[in-house]
């Protein structure tokens, strides 16, 4: 389940990537300075002064930095979780409607962790700001959801498979050697 998640978590933060950017082109728009903000707090928070602080270039572009990192981790995470959590939900839950649930916990991990560290207000925002944010994470939510999905039924079929070519291999030893005691 690790690999699955990891490779539909990567697939998803790719997606929200993808869209994040088809959004800044059609708008154009500036990258959020979201993630560095965070950084900022985060680092304030555990004593990392100069990272919090620093005005120079360097230092912001290393909170921009680990703030793209912060992400990736938590779309990775997030599919490794999800794919966990899949098989004891899969048979009453379908896929889209999970996908979009997946999106919408993390949008609510991470603004919500950014509006407890101070670092953005939800109330402020506007429908502009929420459908910049509410879009990219629902198509995370789906490209995850379904690559669990769809790599889960590749796997299905793949032990199926190889259920059936080992019930062969077997019945054809047994005719291989029922062959030579006739012999």
């Known amino acids: 389940m690790i690999a699955l998640g990891l ?3 990567a697939a998803g933060t790719a997606a929200l ?19 560095a903000t965070v950084v900022a707090k985060l ?10 602080t620093g005005a120079d270039e360097t230092t ?10 912060l992400g990736y ?4 995470g997030a599919g490794v979780a999800y794919a966990a959590v899949r098989p004891s939900v899969r048979a009453w839950l379908p896929w889209p409607i999970a996908g979009a649930i997946l999106g919408a916990a993390t949008l609510v991990a991470s603004e919500g962790s950014a509006t407890a560290l101070g670092a953005t207000d939800w109330r402020t925002w506007t429908a502009t700001e929420w459908i910049a944010d509410v879009v990219p994470r629902t198509a995370y939510g789906l490209v995850v959801a379904w690559m669990v999905e769809y790599l889960s039924d590749l796997d299905d079929e793949t032990i199926a498979l190889r259920d059936r070519r080992t019930a062969h291999d077997r019945d054809a030893a047994h005719s291989v050697i029922d062959e030579e005691r006739v012999i």
């Open 7 to 9: 490779l539909a978590g």
């Open 17 to 35: 990537d993808m869209v994040s950017y088809a959004d800044m082109l059609g708008r154009g728009r500036a990258a959020s300075d979201l993630p």
């Open 43 to 52: 680092a304030d928070r555990i004593g990392l002064v100069s990272l919090a």
């Open 60 to 69: 912001r572009n290393r909170r921009s930095a680990i703030g793209s990192l």
């Open 73 to 76: 981790g938590v779309g990775i």
